[in-house]
């Protein structure tokens, strides 16, 4: 009966990977295909905002809206939710021509290149939904 080492196989390194216990690797981290439904209901409430909800209100502004009952709009108190209200009233408004701080606002909030893509995908089509309505 013959019997054949590893060495004749591929050498020292053959053994010592045959050797070698099997360890699992760990699943990559998922990337979110979209966004949630909250996500989402941000977007559509981010709809119907102006520009300047974006803005801090200044003091004059602040005394006639306490002294007339107006309240300024704040910010959502999620800085997640609240980077993609922003960026979602700017898209809404702007289209795809958005600053480049509010982007980098976005992504630094935690989402991801494809969910970017699939937010302006998605208000670009609502735009065009809306100026096709208006010409009609």
């Known amino acids: 009966m013959g019997y054949l080492t590893f060495s004749e196989l591929g050498g020292a390194a053959a053994a010592k990977a045959a050797a070698a216990p099997i360890v699992p690797q760990a699943d990559p981290v998922p990337v979110q295909a979209g966004l949630s439904p909250l996500e989402w209901s941000v977007v559509a409430i981010a709809r119907n905002e102006r520009l300047g909800s974006l803005r801090q ?37 702007r289209g795809d021509n958005l600053p480049k701080s509010e982007i980098a606002r976005f992504f630094s909030a935690g989402f991801s290149t494809h969910q970017f893509e699939t937010l302006l995908t998605s208000i670009g089509r609502g ?10």
Do not use: C, I, M
């Open 57 to 93: 209100p200044g003091p004059v502004l602040t005394a006639l809206g306490s002294l007339f009952g107006a309240r300024p709009r704040l910010p959502l108190a999620d800085p997640k939710l609240e980077a993609l209200r922003r960026l979602s009233v700017l898209a809404w408004h």
């Open 127 to 136: 735009r065009l939904a809306n100026t096709r309505t208006r010409a009609a």
